[in-house]
């Protein structure tokens, strides 16, 4: 079965730092691409970043560019976001999307961590 | 604003039909066959019911179908459930920067 879990939310201050994790489980984490996508509290989804399966090719929201790093460990099939300089407008329920393996799709999500910029 | 517009809410009664629009442009929808659909019951992770505009993961219902025409793509829901009741994303591969485009959600309700 597959899980996703992602872990590292919480309350930061506007220009802080956070760090995300997701750890994956029941599939060959390394052979597959995988993102991040999130939501506004009572929102819809974005699509925030991509790292292909050896970190070869990375893509990232123009909202989130230059701020947001994307990273994976296959020795410990996990996959990472570095978020700094954050914003109000970025807190959001933080989900990790395993990618289907073409036409950008998204066959299997965790359950998300939530995020909240704030003074 | 979305990059794809879906309508906020559609309502159906159990075993009516029911269909969600998605309208985008020729940079994502009309120009590639790269749609897919998300379910999301509330509190939950989204699911995905349809990829690739028209193709159903294993284990979803065949009450779910997907096509497109043009700029538009579409979801039908037939032999509505109470289950069913969720908020539903399109999503699109898009020529822009972004790459992933998705909607802004429908709300549907099963009466």
């Known amino acids: 079965e597959v899980q996703l879990v992602e872990s590292g939310g919480g309350l930061v201050q506007p220009g802080g730092s956070l760090r995300l994790s997701c750890a994956a489980s029941g599939f060959t984490f390394s052979t597959y691409s995988m993102n991040w996508v999130r939501q506004a509290p009572g929102k819809g989804l974005e699509w925030v970043s991509y790292?292909?399966?050896?970190?070869?090719?990375?893509y990232y929201a123009d909202s989130v560019k230059g701020r947001f790093t994307i990273s994976r460990d296959n020795a410990k099939n996990s996959v990472y976001l570095q978020m700094n300089s954050l914003r109000a407008e970025d807190t959001a329920l933080y989900y990790c999307a395993k990618y289907r393996g073409s036409g950008w799709s998204f066959d299997y999500w965790g359950q998300g961590t939530l995020v909240t910029v704030s003074s | 604003q979305s990059a794809l517009t879906q309508p906020a809410s559609v309502s159906g009664s159990p075993g009516q039909s029911i269909t969600i629009s998605c309208t985008g442009a020729s940079s994502d929808v009309g120009g590639y066959n790269y749609v897919s659909w998300y379910q999301q019951h509330p509190g939950k992770a989204p699911k995905l019911m349809i990829y690739?505009?028209?193709n159903r993961p294993s284990g979803v219902s065949n009450r779910f179908s997907g096509s497109k025409s043009g700029n538009t793509a579409s979801l039908t829901i037939s032999g509505l459930q109470a289950e069913d009741e969720a908020d539903y994303y399109c999503s699109s591969y898009t020529s822009s920067n972004t790459l992933v485009v998705f909607g802004g959600g429908t709300k549907l309700t099963v009466l």
């Open positions: 790292i292909s399966s050896i970190s070869s090719t990375i």
């Open positions: 690739d505009v028209s």
